[in-house]
Structure formats: structure tokens, C-alpha cells
């Protein structure tokens, strides 16, 4: 995920995941310490990895804090024995 913080000041405090049906719903929960701070935009970039081991092919969407973006799994995603 990218995107910018509303200043330096701001952090990212906590990542939530959750999965209903084929969707991947990304809460990013921020924090910004008490006291004055710089008023410019600090952009951010943070890598979040996704549990897909065990999925069946298809197409599947990542929706984190509302911004939505798709991705294909070309064949099913786990080991057979």
C-alpha cells in the first residue's frame, strides 16, 4: 500500500486483515503523537503480505481502508500430494 501520512508526525500503528468470500478487506490504523508538528505530507509505502496458500484459482480484491484494486491467482494455490 501507498499513499502519504498527513505529516511526519503520523504513523502507521497497527494493520488489520480480514477475508469474507474472495475479498482481502486492509485496515491501516495511524497514530500521531501529541504536540506541534510540520504540516506536509510524508508518504508512506508499506508491504503487506496476504494469505493466499490454499486458494483456488480466480480473481480476488484487496480493498484496504476503501481503495480497491484486483488480482489474479492463475491456478489453485496449494500443494496436492
Known amino acids: ?9 503520523t ?6 486483515h480480514e477475508k469474507e468470500g ?6 491501516i ?10 504540516q506536509v505530507l510524508a508518504p508512506f509505502e508499506e508491504i503487506i503480505p496476504l494469505e493466499v496458500y ?3 484459482a480466480g ?3 484487496v480493498d484496504v481502508n476503501g481503495v480497491q484494486g484486483t488480482f ?3 491456478v489453485d494455490n ?4
Open 11 to 16: 504513523e502507521i500503528s497497527e494493520v488489520l
Open 22 to 27: 474472495n475479498t482481502f478487506f486492509i485496515t
Open 59 to 61: 480473481t480476488y480484491t
Open 72 to 74: 489474479d491467482l492463475e
Open 29 to 38: 490504523k495511524t497514530y500521531r503523537s501529541p504536540g506541534f508538528c510540520i
Open 78 to 81: 496449494f500443494i496436492s500430494i
Open 54 to 56: 490454499g486458494l483456488p
Open 1 to 9: 500500500a501507498k499513499g502519504n501520512l498527513p505529516d511526519p508526525c
